[in-house]
């Protein structure tokens, strides 16, 4: 059974940090693509970082250079590192998971970042 637990969220100021965490377990971590998606108030649930078993990355565009994925394949953790923090980053992030041999995918339950002053 796949099970993800992210933390780390947070009320912050305007170009403040944060770091989030998704522990993962059930799964060979190092055989799944991690993601981190984000979903404001009345909007879609969006792509923010992905980073495959071997550290590739990929950001969406509004993130690039302020937001850093990285995993911990021994922890069985996936980190979003996110600096210089705008309030239209306010959103609840998922953890997802993909097998990327059967595709599978699963959640966590979200974790709620504020910026504001």
């Known amino acids: 059974q796949v099970q993800l637990v992210e933390s780390g969220g947070a009320l912050v100021q305007p170009g403040g940090s944060l770091r989030l965490s998704c522990a993962a377990s059930g799964i060979i971590f190092s055989d799944y693509v991690m993601d981190w998606y984000r979903q404001a108030p009345g909007k879609q649930r969006e792509l923010v970082a992905r980073?495959?078993?071997?550290?590739?990355?990929t950001y969406a565009n509004s993130v690039k250079g302020r937001f850093t994925i990285s995993r911990d394949n021994f922890k069985n953790t996936v980190y979003l590192q996110m600096n210089s923090l705008k309030p239209e980053d306010t959103a609840v992030y998922y953890c997802h998971s993909e097998d990327q041999y059967s595709g599978r995918g699963d959640w966590g339950q979200g974790t709620q970042v504020t910026v504001s002053s």
């Open positions: 980073i495959t078993g071997g550290g590739y990355t």
